[in-house]
């Protein structure tokens, strides 16, 4: 319990550091991108203090829904310091809800590699950073898939209409954008750094957002049942053999 209450206290502190250094509190910043910007930060940071798994697979489902909704309560209290809290209840409810899908996923995915690192010789600690990593780098790269895939979508646009669209839904902020109302391709920055944002496209519908995460986190949550059971050191080839075994 010490170690799950210091990894949370960890992540609420370097959260509040990196929303405050990217003005996320600033009264200048819209609304639903303060929400976007908040959750979006919280959840990628969320992995990188994944406390690992637990000592049965019953028992890490359950602390992969707790880190989830411990860490999800944090963006919501963090997206509500802005001011205006009342204002952007239902746009932080809904980006809240979709962080939730999100981390379960990922922290499921962070499972199931921590697991498989395990079985292939890696201590506990090593095999619980590695796959934390791992899955960051990929939460990341999904992230900000309209920045470099766009340029390929825009050229494969032309004989497949739908390649932008598919890019755009591809990314989790796009996610958290849809559900807090946002238009994130034509915010500022994303304007000036996307080639998407002056094409045409379609963000992907929230229930068919909801409705993936759905499925890919109970696969993901379902994976460990079909592992392969550890060996235990004396059922390897080569154990010490019994008495009985000596002596028939």
């Known amino acids: 319990m010490s170690t799950l209450a210091g990894r949370f206290a960890g992540l609420v502190a370097t959260a509040l550091l990196l929303?405050?250094?990217?003005?996320?509190?600033?009264?200048?910043?819209?609304?639903?991108?303060?929400?976007?910007?908040?959750?979006?930060?919280?959840?990628?940071?969320?992995?990188?203090?994944?406390?690992?798994?637990?000592?049965?697979?019953?028992?890490?489902?359950?602390?992969?829904?707790?880190?989830?909704?411990?860490?999800?309560?944090?963006?919501?209290?963090?997206?509500?310091?802005?001011?205006?809290?009342?204002?952007?209840?239902?746009?932080?409810?809904?980006?809240?809800?979709?962080?939730?899908?999100?981390?379960?996923?990922?922290?499921?995915?962070?499972?199931?590699?921590?697991?498989?690192?395990r079985r292939r010789g890696a201590g506990p600690d090593r095999a619980r950073e590695i796959s934390a990593w791992l899955t960051t780098a990929a939460l990341a790269a999904l992230a900000a898939a309209p920045l470099w895939l766009g340029p390929a979508a825009e050229v494969a646009s032309q004989a497949r209409p739908r390649a932008v669209d598919a890019v755009v839904a591809v990314s989790p902020l796009t996610h958290l954008a849809v559900a807090s109302g946002n238009d994130l391709l034509r915010n500022q920055w994303f304007y000036q750094h996307s080639n998407l944002s002056g094409l045409r496209f379609d963000y992907p519908r929230l229930g068919a957002v909801l409705a993936c995460y759905v499925v890919l986190a109970a696969a993901l949550l379902a994976i460990p049942a079909f592992l392969p059971t550890r060996t235990e050191p004396s059922d390897r080839a080569g154990r010490t053999p019994t008495p009985l075994e000596q002596h028939p």
Do not use: K, Y
């Open 19 to 117: 929303v405050a250094a990217l003005g996320a509190l600033s009264d200048d910043l819209q609304g639903s991108a303060r929400v976007v910007l908040v959750t979006a930060v919280v959840g990628a940071l969320a992995p990188l203090f994944w406390p690992g798994r637990a000592a049965t697979t019953r028992s890490t489902t359950m602390r992969i829904a707790g880190w989830s909704l411990a860490t999800t309560a944090l963006a919501a209290g963090l997206a509500a310091l802005g001011g205006n809290a009342a204002l952007l209840a239902p746009r932080i409810a809904g980006a809240c809800l979709v962080l939730f899908l999100v981390l379960v996923a990922a922290h499921a995915l962070t499972a199931v590699l921590e697991a498989l690192l």
